[in-house]
């Protein structure tokens, strides 16, 4: 069973910025298409942003042109930087591994959004 290990979350205040990371102990991480999810209270976990193994990457439209989604091949990590956050972008961060038919999720990291 592959293990994601997801940090970065806390507080902060609108306008300000957090890096989430998301290590994996596995092999063949390059090959990973890679994904940051999030879920707020009372919704539907949705997807944030992802990049594929050749760095490709797209956003969903509430967070175009804030957040930005990177990959680390050497260190088996990804980011997920965040700028100007807002109150709604609280939610519990997740972050996916998937390759052919193999999805894994991370156990989430929190992110609150408040002055």
């Known amino acids: 069973q592959v293990q994601l290990a997801e940090s970065g979350g806390g507080l902060v205040q609108p306008g300000g910025s957090l890096r989430l990371s998301c290590a994996a102990a596995v092999n063949y991480f390059n090959s990973y298409v890679l994904a940051w999810y999030r879920q707020a209270p009372g919704k539907q976990r949705e997807l944030v942003a992802h990049i594929t193994s050749d760095g490709s990457t797209s956003y969903a439209d509430p967070v175009k042109d804030r957040f930005t989604i990177s990959r680390d091949n050497g260190n088996n990590t990804v980011y997920l930087q965040m700028n100007n956050l807002k109150p709604e972008d609280t939610a519990v961060y997740y972050c996916?591994?998937?390759?052919?038919?193999?999805?894994?999720w991370g156990k989430g990291t929190l992110v609150t959004v408040s002055s």
């Open positions: 996916k591994m998937e390759r052919f038919t193999m999805n894994y």
